[in-house]
């Protein structure tokens, strides 16, 4: 199988420099600082138009967990309608109910309104923290999920890759599986030559200033020191690393 390294772009810039050193496919989403979230239709509809990138979109509302109440379900759906209408090649969710296990009719749903576009349904790593992973890809894989984004429920996918050997080992002819979380160029390809697995997820996270962030007693800071004062972006060159030594391995 092709080998797909995916950047986890958080603004327009961030899906230019994915494409410009190398990088096909990227998960679009908005406020990377609290996990990702739904990114808005303007960006999305202009990435469509000056790239050619194939373009996966987060539908999360909040930060926090994915345990979520009917009007955000509700509000869920119409975002991925809207997306999907305004040419996102898929959508990339979590539904989970309380007790850790997936939610199977919100996920049956959303699954259903992606395939009605014939884009790609991806559940994301909400999956890591499942009660039962077997159980739980197993429960994506009837659903007709197409494509699992996870660690091996582990902070760092290299630690949960027994795991995720395991599963890429059991279920991949029937689900594709996505690494991510603390992937880069140094570690990449050792990992997917260890755990079969052919497709990584990758922040590539460098940092950028703004000086408006402080002044005074004021901060809208959301990083440590020394990047107090920056936002994150993705780094080109920490993209073209990656997808220099994915492809060259």
């Known amino acids: 199988m092709k080998k797909v390294v995916e950047i986890c772009a958080g603004s327009y810039q961030d899906c230019l420099a994915a494409q410009k050193m190398g990088a096909s496919r990227v998960e679009l989403n908005s406020a990377l600082s609290v996990g990702g979230l739904t990114p808005s239709v303007a960006v999305l509809r202009r990435v469509k138009k000056e790239t050619q990138l194939h373009v996966i979109c987060m539908v999360r509302p909040r930060g926090g967990g994915f345990c979520y109440d009917e009007q955000d379900v509700s509000i869920m759906m119409d975002e991925a309608k809207l997306l999907l209408e305004n040419g996102a090649d898929g959508i990339a969710f979590g539904f989970l109910k309380d007790d850790g296990s997936i939610a199977i009719e919100e996920t049956k749903a959303m699954v259903e309104l992606i395939h009605s576009y014939k884009k790609e349904a991806v559940f ?113 060159e920490k993209v073209h690393q990656l997808v220099y030594n994915v492809e060259k391995g």
């Open 124 to 236: 994301h790593r909400a999956f890591d923290v499942c009660k039962d992973p077997f159980i739980a890809i197993q429960t994506l894989i009837d659903l007709h999920v197409d494509r699992l984004l996870t660690s091996g429920m582990k902070d760092k996918a290299v630690q949960g890759k027994e795991l995720l050997k395991q599963l890429q080992l059991q279920f991949k002819d029937k689900i594709e599986i996505l690494a991510g979380s603390g992937m880069n160029a140094q570690n990449a390809l050792s990992f997917m030559e260890e755990t079969g697995i052919c497709q990584i997820h990758s922040s590539c996270k460098g940092y950028k200033e703004d000086p408006t962030t402080s002044k005074g007693d004021v901060t809208y800071s959301y990083l440590p020191s020394p990047h107090q004062n920056d936002y994150d972006i993705v780094e080109e």
